[in-house]
T-cell receptor, first 116, second 111 residues
Framework: GAVVSQHPSRVICKSGTSVKIECRSLDFQATTMFWYRQFPKQSLMLMATSNEGSKATYEQGVEKDKFLINHASLTLSTLTVTSAHPEDSSFYIC????????????FGPGTRLLVL | AQSVTQPDIHITVSEGASLELRCNYSYGATPYLFWYVQSPGQGLQLLLKYFSGDTLVQGIKGFEAEFKRSQSSFNLRKPSVHWSDAAEYFCAVGTWGKLIFGQGTELSVKP
């Protein structure tokens, strides 16, 4: 498998500020990473697919100008929530795909965002 | 439309009892199938996966799952549940990196 870390594990910010979440693939060079959002007691919803060196692909309904994704290296993808509002409060989880050329995704521990 | 259904939102079993978590899917073709487990406030850990071949797959922590094409199901089983198995379980299906998750089943274990 792959070991994936996220930083920070939790963050509290004021409404209107921007927050950056890092996702690192510690033992695998990931050309593809995924970003998910999970509301309390709900399932994971794919937000976007992050491709190293190119623009991210966003799912329908996800605002690309609000959720900025950068995948500048094979081990790091970042998600920036711009001008955060309370409704952006959620659990954000990243995953790494393509390990060993397969379809399995390996997930990070998640980042809890609370916007006041 | 592509979808994954986990009919049971919450299941409670006694420690040592057997467990079966249900998963049904709707997909255009036979997708890749996964079961993940999530402990509170944590990310997801892969329990097992099915791509092809033997329809009964073994995973970690004593879990197994059976793929039934005719029923579009991929149910997760464990013969004897341990208290540490209490968590949220997600079934997921997909291809080409796009996973669709079920709503999750929360498992509680009674001593």
């Amino acid at each position: 498998g792959a070991v994936v870390s996220q930083h920070p594990s939790r963050v509290i910010c004021k409404s209107g500020t921007s927050v950056k979440i890092e996702c690192r693939s510690l033992d695998f060079q990931a050309t593809t990473m995924f970003w998910y959002r999970q509301f309390p007691k709900q399932s994971l919803m794919l937000m976007a697919t992050s491709n190293e060196g190119s623009k991210a692909t966003y799912e329908q309904g996800v605002e690309k100008d609000k959720f900025l994704i950068n995948h500048a290296s094979l081990t790091l993808s970042t998600l920036t929530v711009t001008s955060a509002h309370p409704e952006d409060s959620s659990f954000y989880i990243c995953s790494v795909g393509g390990v060993g050329g397969g379809e399995t995704q390996y997930f990070g521990p998640g980042t809890r965002l609370l916007v006041l | 439309a592509q979808s994954v259904t986990q009919p049971d939102i919450h299941i409670t079993v006694s420690e040592g009892a057997s467990l079966e978590l249900r998963c049904n899917y709707s997909y255009g073709a036979t997708p890749y199938l996964f079961w993940y487990v999530q402990s509170p406030g944590q990310g997801l850990q892969l329990l097992l996966k099915y791509f092809s071949g033997d329809t009964l797959v073994q995973g970690i922590k004593g879990f197994e799952a059976e793929f039934k094409r005719s029923q579009s199901s991929f149910n997760l089983r464990k013969p004897s549940v341990h208290w540490s198995d209490a968590a949220e379980y997600f079934c997921a299906v997909g291809t080409w990196g796009k996973l669709i998750f079920g709503q999750g089943t929360e498992l509680s274990v009674k001593p």
